[in-house]
């Protein structure tokens, strides 16, 4: 069974920085391409990032520059690391797998993990 667990929920002020991360279990994350998507209060859902299996990873406009998704497959973790941070940030971060880089597909996606950003 595909799990995927978020962790690094938090409340910064504007500027700050967050760290998430996603454990995954269940299928052969090393070879998988995963992504990482938002949702904000009262709004749909938002993909923010995908990264290949080597590393490679592309980005929304909203978050380039800002927002670095890294994997370290030894460990079956995915993090997204988030500078930077404005108020339109806030929203539930979800990570996913998905079959392939391009797009914004996925199969699976873990339960979330809330940031706030808030003077």
């Known amino acids: 069974e595909v799990q995927l667990v978020e962790s690094g929920e938090g409340s910064v002020e504007p500027g700050g920085s967050l760290r998430l991360s996603c454990v995954a279990s269940?299928?052969?994350?090393?070879?998988?391409?995963m992504r990482w998507f938002r949702q904000a209060p009262g709004k749909g859902l938002e993909w923010v990032s995908s990264?290949?299996?080597?590393?490679?990873?592309r980005y929304a406009d909203s978050v380039e520059g800002r927002f670095t998704t890294s994997r370290d497959n030894a460990k079956n973790t995915l993090y997204l690391q988030m500078n930077s941070l404005q108020p339109e940030d806030t929203g539930e971060y979800f990570c996913?797998?998905?079959?392939?880089?391009?797009?914004?597909?996925?199969?699976?996606r873990g339960q979330g993990t809330q940031v706030t950003v808030s003077s």
């Open positions: 996913a797998k998905s079959n392939a880089f391009s797009g914004t597909t996925y199969t699976n």
């Open positions: 990264i290949r299996p080597d590393g490679t990873a």
């Open positions: 269940g299928f052969r994350f090393s070879s998988s391409y």
